[in-house]
């Protein structure tokens, strides 16, 4: 893959050094899933999904790095019969860098990149007790000045047997130039 197209951006939080947000590399797979699993309620993946996403998906997905460790990932792919929509579909912030806006920077740079500018539309799924993911859709969606439509989409027990809360489909569109 050619990443010399995008730049890297920097973020700086309350402390002396800054934060690197970077499309993933294959490497990163290991320690983004440690983070998926210290951030409750995400669902953890398997480590060859992080794989797939830190490789096949590294154009539509972005890494935060502070120092030498990953404090942020946001995980997203096109979906394929809609080739103007970017589903996203993790956002993690590890405990040390959550309420700096490092999810929103991430999602921007991701937005921002020269080969995503066909993208208008974000789509995720979201539980109903997940307030934390419903705040930050919302918030894309109010600076994008656009609109959020919520549908239902994977029933707990049709789709999850009862293991699993059900997942509301998000959409947020159509995106304009806060890119």
């Not at 394929?80 to 959550?98: G, Y």
Request: glycine residues 4%; charged residues 20%; contains cysteine.
């Amino acid at each position: 893959m050619n990443y010399f197209f995008i730049i890297e951006k920097e973020l700086y939080l309350n402390t002396s050094r800054s934060i690197l947000i970077r499309p993933p590399k294959l490497d990163d797979a290991t320690a983004v899933n440690q983070l998926i699993k210290d951030c409750p309620p995400l669902d953890p993946n398997s480590h060859y999904c992080n794989l797939l996403q830190c490789s096949h998906f590294a154009k539509t997905s972005a890494i935060a790095e502070l120092g030498n460790s990953i404090v942020g990932f946001i995980s997203g792919y096109m979906i394929p019969q809609r080739p103007d929509t970017l589903f996203i579909w993790q956002v993690a912030v590890s405990e040390q860098a959550r309420g700096s806006g490092l999810a929103a920077q991430m999602l921007a740079d991701i937005l921002s990149r020269s080969e995503r500018e066909t993208i208008q539309y974000l789509e995720t799924t979201i539980t109903p007790s997940n307030q934390s993911s419903w705040r930050f859709f919302r918030k894309v969606a109010e600076e994008r000045a656009t609109e959020l439509h919520e549908s239902d989409w994977l029933d707990e027990d049709q789709h999850f047997k009862g293991q699993h809360e059900s997942e509301l489909l998000v959409r947020i569109g159509p995106l304009t130039s806060n890119r």
